[in-house]
């Protein structure tokens, strides 16, 4: 039929030619064929700025989870509880006792070990910003102007940490001066390194957040006398040196009856296997405080009390490990075992050579839980042994907590000592634990 002439134009067919009819004013700058309205858009912009106002609100949260109870301990530490208790416990340490000394003062190894943790820790900041890692520091070698801000931040922590060490020590009212004055260097001198990119409040404000936390880090860290008083009363040095021994022995131990016994489990085939494997697991069912008598007991006729090896034998084993890394095993693909049996594998070049390389992540994340484990151990520990030359570091930290109240911020301070190999873990590790115990979560 002739189109009628007064009809506004439009894209028409007959039904049998498979076109769609459609307005106009959807045919010519619509949001079809065209760009998206003015409306449309801005609700769109306003979305995704409010999601990232509420993704950083909530880490903003997260964070103040998790270091403020950190930041209360580090004042209760270096504060004497009497003195801040009558200043009316400020947020704010009260009453600190400093070391009258420079940064080249307290020794060779003192000097070389505060200076090669504000070089690395300088360094990881401008590889994260650079999008590189301490395990591939390209990045970082590659950029005069990165190192530099290395250098030179070390340099003015040096510099200026001795300073503020010197009037805080004295009492004077520079302090704060110099405090401000070592942080703005800091800042200035990682800045250098991040560059002026846009939007330009970015660089400024991680500057200023690296200045902050160096210059708080190193002032309290190895200015404060606190630190000494705690290392030397509770003798925390030879008690984190068995603890250190205790947890790797444990940890090695775990892993490897862990794996082999989650292989049997996932690989092999025996009579009652799924009985023995719930039999296995409802040891998980039972706490330590159940069956410590009769351990003691077997410790003690054995002749185990104040060694190593009633610390570590009965935990060389664990149902967990087993578990975990036998739900790891049974997500490597079946065609891998029986290709791997026609090459004239055994069991044990399928185990080393295919399932632990293809469940590492599990293994890994096993790993750092079996020595926090270990480490953290205290009620074992307390019952198997009664020599003081044989304690652990959990055990030192009772014997400093239950003398001098009057000082007793000391043994806050030797317990944030003793808590410093499980952060470091944790932050080394940190990708390997969220890996491990997200694997085979998604699945296609």
């Known amino acids: 039929m002739p189109a009628d002439p007064g009809a506004p134009a439009t894209a028409t067919a007959l039904p049998d030619e498979g076109v769609v009819t459609m307005p106009a004013d959807d045919v010519i700058g619509g949001p079809i064929h065209g760009a998206p309205p003015a409306a449309v858009a801005g609700r769109s912009h306003a979305r995704r700025v409010a999601g990232l106002v509420g993704q950083y609100a909530l880490l903003v949260v997260l964070a103040a989870v998790v270091l403020l109870p950190v930041a209360f301990a580090v004042i209760q530490a270096l504060s004497p509880p009497f003195p801040y208790i ?10 600190v006792q400093w070391k009258d000394r420079g940064w080249l003062d307290g020794g060779a190894v003192s000097v070389v070990l505060r200076t090669l943790v504000v070089v690395a820790a300088l360094a990881w900041v401008q590889l994260r910003a650079a999008g590189g890692t301490l395990r591939a520091p390209a990045p970082l070698v590659r950029s005069p102007r990165r190192l530099a801000a290395v250098v030179a931040g070390t340099v003015a922590v040096a510099a200026l940490a001795s300073q503020v060490w010197s009037a805080a020590v ?4 520079s302090t704060p001066a110099w405090w401000l004055a070592t942080i703005a260097a800091v800042a200035a001198t990682q800045l250098v390194g991040f560059g002026l990119h846009r939007p330009v409040w970015r660089p400024l404000l991680l500057a200023a957040l690296v200045g902050v936390a160096t210059t708080a880090i190193v002032v309290v860290a190895f200015g404060a006398a606190v630190w000494n008083q705690g290392w030397d009363q509770a003798r925390l040095g030879p008690a984190m040196t068995r603890s250190l021994v205790v947890t790797v022995l444990i940890t090695v131990a775990q892993v490897l009856t862990s794996i082999l016994a989650a292989y049997a489990f996932a690989f092999l085939r025996f009579p009652a296997k799924t009985l023995l494997f719930a039999l296995f697991m409802g040891t998980l069912l039972l ?3 159940v069956t410590l008598l009769a351990n003691v007991q077997t ?7 104040n060694s190593n090896a009633g610390l570590v034998v009965p935990f060389a084993a664990t149902a967990f490990g087993t578990f975990l890394i036998r739900q790891g095993f049974r997500g490597v693909p079946p ?3 029986d290709a791997t049996r026609l090459d004239g594998y055994g069991h044990m070049a399928f185990l080393w050579r295919f399932a632990v390389p293809l469940t590492r992540p599990v293994i890994a994340s096993f790993t750092v839980i079996a020595a926090l484990n270990a480490w953290n151990q205290y009620l074992w520990p307390q019952a198997v042994i009664d020599d003081s030359r044989y304690e652990t570091a959990q055990i030192a930290l009772k014997t400093i907590s239950a003398t001098d109240v009057a000082n007793a911020n000391v043994g ?6 003793v808590a410093l190999p499980v952060v470091a873990l944790l932050l ?4 390997q634990i969220i890996r491990g115990l997200t694997a085979g979560a998604v699945k296609g």
Do not use: Y
């Open 299 to 305: 410790i003690r006729e054995l002749g185990w009390i």
């Open 412 to 417: 806050v301070a030797a317990a944030l000592i």
């Open 287 to 289: 706490p330590i405080e």
């Open 86 to 95: 009558n200043e009316g416990k400020p947020l704010h340490p009260v009453a």
């Open 170 to 173: 004295d009492r004077s009212t």
């Open 428 to 431: 080394a590790f940190q990708r």
């Open 335 to 337: 065609e891998i075992q």
